[in-house]
Structure formats: structure tokens, C-alpha cells
């Protein structure tokens, strides 16, 4: 089945630094998705992206559709302490039934 | 227009007994999902639903879980003679077109 390896596992930085995450995967999507979760909370939809190649930006954070649609990755610039969570990317197929696969998920932790 | 809701919020069982977990989609949507997380992991798909009928059920274990999405009411997770391996955090997503999905706050089911 599909699979999407999300990297890093985690990150603790300091606020104001900037972040880099990335998912990759051996299959095709038509959409990649970017959530955050909060402690005790259900994910948050941050970023869709629909087209390989696509660059879309949220405020502060910014995402890429890569070229061969096998890969994601997500920018937080300027973090601050409110950022801290974990953040899954998500790839959407379209052919024969409809799914959508999470990443393992990056956990930020950023300090003040 | 409220979001997605699941109750309870925490249910706690005993091994043998049944939990029953239900999701209220955001109004106007008609596709739901069902995810399972276990600590410090990602989302697992169970099961996706679209009114009244079960669509793909592909991640959902063959025996003692089943799901529904009736005509009128919520969308039921339910789980027969838990086990302590069924301890997790269980999502309920909704989306209006199969697309972006949106997540409740989960329900954290525990067994003792």
C-alpha cells in the first residue's frame, strides 16, 4: 500500500529560527495536505496543495507540491512557542476508491 | 457553522465491554472518515463512509469493529469485547467533497 515517510521525526529549536520538513513517498498523490495537531486535539488543516509543482503560503508557513508529485515539504518561518506541535503532511489518491495517508508526523518543539 | 463533533471525549472501558463512539459531521458534509492514533504515531484510516453506505473500509480490523453513517443521526464507531490493544485516540474527520478533511477533537478511548 501507499506510504509517506515524513522527516525529521522530531525538532527542537529556538524561537525565531526557521523550520523544514518533508514528506516523500514511492507513489504518485493528486493532493498533498499539511495538518497540526495540539496536544489533546484533532488535526488542523493548515495547506492544500492540488498541482505538482504548486507553492502555497498560509502567513508564516509555506508548502511545495514537488515536480513528480512523490513529495511535499512545508516551511515555518520566524517560529514562535505557538508553533510547537506535530505536524502531519497527508497524500490524496484519486484512482480506484479514494484514501488519504498520513505521514508519521514531524513533533516541533520550539523554544522561548 | 460548528465543526466536527465526537463524543465522548474520553470513555474508559473494561475488557469485554463495547464502545460506542459517535461523530456529528460539519453540516453539509457527507463523507465521513474514521482514523485510529496510537502514542507518538500518526493516523491510521479505518474506514471512510458516505451516507449510509461504507465506501472503504480497507484499515479496519475484520472482527468486532464496525462502523455506519444513517440517514439521519450521527456516525457510529463501534467496538465489540475491547481488548487493551484497542486503547487509542480515535478521529472522525468530514469533508463535503472528498477532499480537505476535517477533524473532530477525538475520542480517547481507554481499556482497563
Known amino acids: 500500500g501507499q506510504q509517506l515517510n515524513q522527516s525529521p521525526q522530531s525538532m527542537f529549536i529556538q524561537e525565531g529560527e526557521d523550520v523544514s520538513m518533508n514528506c516523500t513517498s514511492s507513489?504518485?498523490?493528486?493532493?498533498w495536505l499539511w495538518y497540526k495537531q495540539d496536544p489533546g486535539e484533532g488535526p488542523v488543516l493548515l495547506i492544500a496543495?492540488?498541482?505538482?509543482?504548486e507553492l502555497t503560503s498560509n502567513g508564516r508557513l509555506t508548502a511545495q507540491f514537488g515536480i513528480t508529485r512523490k513529495d511535499s515539504f512545508l516551511n515555518i518561518s520566524a517560529s514562535i512557542p505557538s508553533d510547537v506541535g506535530i505536524y502531519f503532511c497527508?497524500?490524496?489518491?484519486?484512482?480506484?476508491?479514494?484514501?488519504?495517508?498520513f505521514g508519521a508526523g514531524t513533533r516541533l518543539f520550539v523554544k522561548a | 457553522n460548528a465543526g466536527v463533533m465526537q463524543n465522548p471525549r474520553h470513555l474508559v472501558r473494561r475488557r469485554g465491554q463495547e464502545a460506542r463512539l459517535r461523530c456529528s459531521p460539519m453540516?453539509?458534509?457527507?463523507?465521513v472518515y474514521w482514523y485510529r492514533q496510537l502514542p507518538e504515531e500518526g493516523l491510521k484510516f479505518m474506514v471512510y463512509?458516505?451516507?449510509?453506505?461504507?465506501?472503504?473500509e480497507s484499515g479496519m480490523p475484520k472482527e468486532r469493529f464496525s462502523a455506519e453513517f444513517p440517514k439521519e443521526g450521527p456516525s457510529i464507531l463501534r467496538i465489540q469485547q475491547v481488548v487493551r490493544g484497542d486503547s487509542a485516540a480515535y478521529f472522525c474527520?468530514?469533508?463535503?467533497?472528498?477532499?480537505?478533511?476535517?477533524f473532530g477533537s477525538g475520542t480517547q478511548l481507554s481499556v482497563l
Open positions: 496543495l492540488y498541482k505538482a509543482g
Open positions: 474527520a468530514s469533508s463535503p467533497n472528498n477532499e480537505k478533511l476535517f
Open positions: 463512509l458516505q451516507k449510509e453506505n461504507i465506501i472503504d
Open positions: 497527508a497524500g490524496q489518491l484519486r484512482t480506484g476508491g479514494f484514501k488519504t495517508i
Open positions: 507513489s504518485i498523490f493528486n493532493t
Open positions: 453540516k453539509g458534509h457527507s463523507h
